[in-house]
């Protein structure tokens, strides 16, 4: 019988220390997680927790003051920048709460680029932005500037870009923090349906109708993890449906 496979994310005794003018001021405290292929994780905590940060450092954006990173069997926190960015490129994406598009790049080119990067073909990278777009309801807005999208349309736009390149796994940062109920539904209807096509996905959320959404709430508190728990009888249904999206926001 093969070993099983590793964990998409394994941390061990993780620690980030920032100084404020010389004072040592603690974010993240010794934390111990690991995330299985195909998880939903929403991390919560009030603000100031070390959410952010925790998700920051497991995609090589923040430097760990010290503790371990593992990602898919491999030590990740000791590769160089440039080692990190081509890790990156080829398995981790990224939402953030703010947008981050690249102004001068269409909405084509936005989410087109980091499939490209990774080695798609012209073609594929086409094809991928063209079904991502339709999912989001964007189509008809590719050959657009960012500046030319609303707020929620900018969103949606960068989840397209996230998942481009078919990433291993999904890094979220409150990704529907700054959206109205019908984008909210739109941003989380998609996240529902990679995840259920068996998208590893870690997310930041203040809002415990977001978390619902996962499989495991992992709750932080002055940079501790204080409770990791299931949501919901082990939570193997059929995972959430656009159906209970619009349920759980409508």
């Given at each position: 019988m093969s070993p099983p496979p590793p964990p998409i994310v394994s941390t061990v005794n993780l620690v980030k220390i920032y100084q404020n003018g010389g004072v040592p001021v603690p974010a993240v405290?010794?934390?111990d997680l690991q995330v299985e292929a195909g998880q939903f994780v929403a991390v919560m905590g009030p603000s100031g927790s070390g959410k952010s940060t925790l998700v920051h450092?497991?995609?090589?954006l923040d430097a760990r003051t010290s503790g371990e990173i593992w990602l898919d069997g491999r030590r990740a926190d000791t590769l160089s920048e440039s080692a990190w960015a081509l890790l990156r490129r080829q398995k981790i994406g990224f939402v953030f709460q703010?947008?981050?598009l690249v102004a001068n790049m269409t909405v084509a080119d936005n989410v087109e680029l980091p499939a490209l990067l990774a080695g798609s073909s012209p073609r594929e990278a086409r094809e991928r932005r063209e079904y991502l777009l339709g999912e989001l309801g964007l189509a008809d807005r590719a050959d657009s500037a960012p500046s030319q999208l609303a707020g929620g349309e900018q969103q949606r736009v960068a989840l397209a870009r996230a998942l481009a390149n078919r990433p291993s796994l999904l890094l979220a940062d409150?990704?529907?923090g700054n959206l109205d109920s019908r984008n909210t539904r739109d941003v989380l209807r998609l996240?529902?349906?990679v995840h259920r096509d068996g998208q590893t996905i870690i997310m930041v959320?203040?809002?415990?109708?977001?978390?619902?959404?996962?499989?495991r709430v992992v709750s932080l508190l002055d940079g501790e993890i204080v409770d990791d728990g299931t949501v919901g009888?082990?939570?193997r249904r059929p995972r959430a449906t656009a159906g209970d999206v619009v349920e759980l926001r409508g």
């Open positions: 405290r010794g934390v450092m497991i995609g090589g703010f947008f981050n409150e990704p529907t996240l529902s349906e959320t203040h809002d415990a109708r977001v978390a619902s959404l996962a499989d009888p082990a939570r």
